[in-house]
């Protein structure tokens, strides 16, 4: 067992009486079923997408959330102790942002030197002297608290700009309620809505205008930020929606939504994003994550941002080194609750302590914005030591020394036993209607990687628990759903939907399109291959893999090659680096539908993260490994089951908005661009054989059944062709993709008055081709090949682009216009990630 204090079990070996309970139900449980519950639990957080990018790692933004069962238990007592000095420090926070951003008494008084407020990166000029809503500038406030060898809690550092984990938090509630009620029931653990109430209520106060039913919005960097999980998740929880900066214009000092519709204005921003990147124009030049005028509009009152700009300030780790006296100063009171022993560099005392004490320290820099990781001296060579006092006597006011504090250790399970593990616990306020705060009575509780690492970080390969904070008596059953009674005005509208929303929603329409047709046609090939010995058997792989190679950058198959055709199907199905492969566009499917995570349905989820495991399945770790066509084969059914699933939901779940529409053109128009590409592929140039060809076709379409049942056995090309491009009874014809085309362009938002839109003259331009050609016609051959059909594809396939090209210029107009077969990049990442690593 490490050193130090342990949260579970006192010095005697017995557990802690707050833990008595919740050990009993454990023992009731037994390992069995406690280790079915949490692959349950980790299905759950599998399933609901809940993931943390840990930077490096090869599963990027869909690395899961790492979670362990036992949760940390804090009685009420100790936590209405922590509670009292968490208000009390956040009331002290506000204090001092608001002398050092208005009179800076402070600064002139020598409370706090200047040499730690001027040259600090986060002081933001541009808002000095800005009048923020109410006078509050921290509407949520975390602090990271560690426990040291003595029992008491200590505050360890200070979250002020935008705090991160709260959704987290909640999500970990949920996902514990589900897999032990009978320990949370009979531990009596006070729950987290209350805290989340008086967030959305906080926020809801600073409109400057609107205040019965303001426009709240929550900034996000956008889905390559360590923790845009827990930004969509916040988003939807609370109500809000999701922007990234592109989404939000200034005009005229006011900060707009950019909709389908138009402009809406926006009275709250709930952000995510650093200080200097949510501004270009007066914060940092190079920050294309901001709102450029942002500023402007904040200090004209016309919107309101949480937290206020400029908070980051106080994210210095220099700070808690001056908090007593600043106490005293400000407040009349002595400091409640404890920081970790400090020491800022700049001061000549503290500087002969920190020299001197070196090897039992922790150097941090005093400017966060520096990106010096900690550096633990004790850990380093002689020499290295020495170089690093020499930088801190070169520039002492760049350096803070803290107390290496030893943490205390909490259970986790390890298979099927408890080990310690290190933690620190981030403990969580908000700004009430009262003038105080809120506290959360829980937390996020993150521990560390294994028993021989004291340093607790998520993005370190640490976890995260669950932190359940007892009550004495009953607990509050307040729940943020609406009770029983409640009253609302109906409405049939889904409310307005961001363009960039819009425009990701439309490739992912594309992507799942482009997927499925992908692998029916890889299908088709792979059947061939598995069932028959080889040309000679199937004379139309030749025209499969012709319509393979249109489809990208595959290689056609010559008639009379030696070369092995499955050998040609796996690069085709598994190549990552090849941007037109199948595990590339699912790839694309998980990444378009993570951005869009607020507006999809769980179900809808959980099929693009069933999709995204599919043909990891196979890929092939060796020469030895490769996979037969039979296990591609198979791979390829469950694949086309899957993708089925997810046009069934489309088509059945998804209410007929604005955002249905735009996936649903992305769709129809992939798909026609897909038939495009595979007919004229295979039925332009006539064949020597060409009812397998035809035969092909059909099955590759999914058509065949209805083919057999119209014509028996009977392979004729213009029946296929009438079929296949004209039958708009068959959901698989290309009139079908441009019929619909036509009535989802001409449901989009558009000013009244007026003829027809470009888009809707595009369309129908399309959609006539092909309901004015003759299928006799398109069957016709004139020395090897069908110039009616080819004529009507050429006409049809380049109206297509064009039409796509004027709904982006139409509604998506802040985003590059997209190609035909384009591999665009849906998140369009510019700039640095921004937010605070947990």
Same mark, same amino acid.
């Given at each position: 067992m490490p050193a130090g204090f342990d949260e579970a079990i006192d010095r005697n070996g017995k557990s802690r009486p707050h833990w008595a309970k919740f050990f009993g139900s454990l023992q009731e449980l037994g390992p069995i079923e406690m280790a079915r519950r949490w692959r349950e639990a980790k299905d759950l957080i599998r399933e609901n997408g809940v993931t943390y990018n840990v930077y490096g790692d090869p599963d990027g933004i869909a690395r899961p959330w790492q979670l362990d069962p036992i949760p940390l238990l804090i009685p009420n007592i100790e936590a209405a102790a922590l509670e009292h000095g968490l208000v009390q420090r956040a009331q002290l926070l506000e204090l001092v942002l608001a002398d050092l951003y208005g009179p800076q008494w402070l600064l002139k008084d020598g409370v706090l030197p200047p040499e730690l407020?001027?040259?600090?990166?986060?002081?933001?000029?541009?808002?000095?002297?800005?009048?923020?809503?109410?006078?509050?500038?921290?509407?949520?406030?975390a602090a990271n608290l560690g426990r040291g060898a003595?029992?008491?809690?200590?505050?360890?550092?200070?979250?002020?700009?935008?705090?991160?984990?709260?959704?987290?938090?909640?999500?970990?509630?949920?996902?514990?309620?589900?897999?032990?009620?009978?320990?949370?029931?009979?531990?009596?653990?006070?729950?987290?809505?209350?805290?989340?109430?008086?967030?959305?209520?906080?926020?809801?106060?600073?409109?400057?205008?609107?205040?019965?039913?303001?426009?709240?919005v929550l900034l996000t960097p956008g889905p390559y930020n360590e923790t845009y999980f827990e930004h969509a998740y916040l988003a939807r929880y609370l109500g809000y929606t999701l922007v990234e900066g592109g989404d939000l214009t200034v005009r005229d000092n006011r900060v707009f939504l950019k909709v389908l519709g138009g402009l809406q204005p926006v009275e709250v921003i709930f952000r995510r994003l650093d200080d200097d990147f949510?501004?270009?124009l007066e914060l940092r030049p190079d920050s294309f994550l901001g709102v450029p005028g942002l500023v402007h509009a904040v200090r004209s009152g016309n919107v309101a941002v949480a937290n206020a700009l400029g908070t980051g300030l106080l994210e210095t780790p220099a700070l808690p080194a001056f908090l007593p006296r600043l106490c005293r100063t400000l407040l009349g009171e002595e400091l409640l609750l404890d920081s970790v022993p400090t020491w800022w560099c700049g001061d000549p005392e503290s500087l002969r302590y920190v020299l001197d004490r070196l090897a039992d320290l922790v150097i941090k820099p005093a400017f966060p914005a520096s990106r010096m990781e900690p550096e633990f001296p004790a850990d380093l060579s002689?020499?290295?030591?020495?170089?690093?006092?020499?930088?801190?006597?070169?520039?002492?006011?760049?350096?803070?020394?803290?107390?290496?504090?030893?943490?205390?250790?909490?259970?986790?399970?390890?298979?099927?036993?408890?080990?310690?593990?290190?933690?620190?616990?981030?403990?969580?306020?908000a700004a009430d209607s009262r003038g105080g705060f809120a506290f959360m009575p829980g937390g996020l509780t993150r521990v560390s990687a294994s028993s021989d690492t004291t340093v607790v970080s998520m993005q370190r390969g640490g976890g995260s628990k669950d932190t359940w904070v007892l009550a004495d008596t009953e607990v509050s059953d307040f729940s943020l759903l609406p009770a029983a009674g409640y009253r609302v005005a109906l409405t049939r509208s889904g409310g307005d939907l961001p363009s960039r929303a819009a425009d990701n929603l439309f490739w992912l329409g594309r992507y799942a399109e482009r997927a499925e047709g992908l692998t029916r046609l890889l299908r088709g090939i792979v059947v061939r291959l598995t069932e028959r010995s080889g040309?000679?058997?199937?004379?139309?792989?030749?025209?499969?893999f012709a319509a393979l190679a249109a489809q990208g950058d595959h290689k056609p198959l010559r008639v009379n090659t030696s070369d092995d055709p499955f050998a040609r199907v796996l690069p085709?199905?598994?190549?990552?680096?090849?941007?037109?492969?199948?595990?590339?566009?699912?790839?694309?499917?998980? *990444? $378009?539908?993570?951005?869009?995570?607020?507006?999809?349905? +769980? #179900?809808?989820?959980?099929? @693009?993260?069933?999709l995204s495991a599919l043909p990891g399945e196979l890929t092939p770790d060796t020469d030895d490994d490769e996979p037969t066509?039979?296990?591609?084969?198979?791979?390829?059914?469950?694949?086309?089951?899957?993708?089925?699933?997810?046009?069934?939901?489309?088509?059945?779940?998804?209410?007929?908005?604005?955002?249905?529409?735009?996936?649903?053109?992305?769709?129809?128009?992939?798909?026609?661009?897909?038939?495009?590409?595979?007919?004229?592929?295979? *039925? $332009?140039?006539?064949?020597?054989?060409?009812?397998?060809? +035809? #035969?092909?076709?059909?099955? @590759?379409?999914?058509?065949g059944m209805t083919y057999r049942r119209r014509y028996l056995s009977s392979l004729r090309a213009e029946a296929v062709l009438d079929l296949v491009v004209?039958?708009?009874?068959?959901?698989?014809?290309?009139?079908?993709?441009?019929?619909?085309?036509?009535?989802?362009v001409d449901h989009l938002p558009r000013p009244t008055g007026g003829g027809r839109s470009p888009e809707q003259r595009f369309a129908l331009a399309a959609l006539g081709s092909v309901r004015l050609a003759e299928p006799e016609r398109l069957a016709m051959v004139e020395d090897g090949v069908r110039p009616g059909l080819r004529d009507l594809l050429n006409h049809v396939g380049g109206w297509l682009p064009i039409l796509s090209d004027a709904i982006t210029q139409q509604y998506l107009s802040h985003l590059q216009t997209s190609r035909h077969m384009a591999t665009p990049d849906p998140i369009r990442r510019t700039g640095a990630d921004s937010g605070e690593p947990l």
């Open positions: 407020v001027v040259p600090n990166p986060g002081f933001l000029r541009p808002v000095h002297g800005v009048r923020v809503p109410g006078g509050r500038y921290l509407h949520l406030y003595d029992g008491n809690w200590r505050v360890i550092g200070d979250r002020t700009q935008a705090p991160s984990g709260a959704g987290y938090a909640l999500e970990n509630r949920i996902v514990m309620t589900r897999t032990l009620p009978e320990a949370f029931r009979d531990c009596r653990v006070n729950r987290l809505a209350l805290f989340f109430q008086t967030v959305r209520d906080t926020l809801r106060s600073l409109a400057p205008r609107n205040k019965d039913n303001p426009r709240v949510c501004d270009p002689t020499t290295q030591r020495a170089a690093l006092a020499a930088r801190i006597r070169n520039r002492p006011r760049d350096f803070v020394a803290q107390e290496r504090i030893d943490l205390s250790a909490t259970p986790v399970l390890d298979g099927n036993r408890l080990v310690p593990r290190k933690l620190v616990v981030r403990s969580y306020l040309l000679v058997d199937s004379p139309e792989l030749p025209s499969l085709a199905v598994f190549a990552a680096s090849d941007s037109n492969s199948l595990v590339s566009v699912v790839r694309c499917v998980r *990444l $378009v539908a993570s951005v869009v995570r607020d507006l999809i349905s +769980l #179900d809808m989820w959980r099929v @693009v993260n069933t066509p039979a296990d591609v084969l198979d791979l390829l059914n469950r694949t086309v089951t899957t993708l089925a699933a997810f046009g069934g939901l489309v088509s059945e779940s998804m209410t007929r908005g604005e955002g249905w529409r735009f996936l649903n053109m992305g769709r129809k128009l992939e798909r026609a661009m897909y038939l495009i590409g595979l007919l004229r592929a295979t *039925l $332009v140039t006539t064949a020597e054989h060409e009812g397998p060809v +035809l #035969d092909a076709v059909l099955e @590759v379409v999914d058509s004209e039958d708009e009874t068959n959901p698989r014809s290309l009139a079908t993709q441009l019929a619909a085309l036509v009535d989802d």
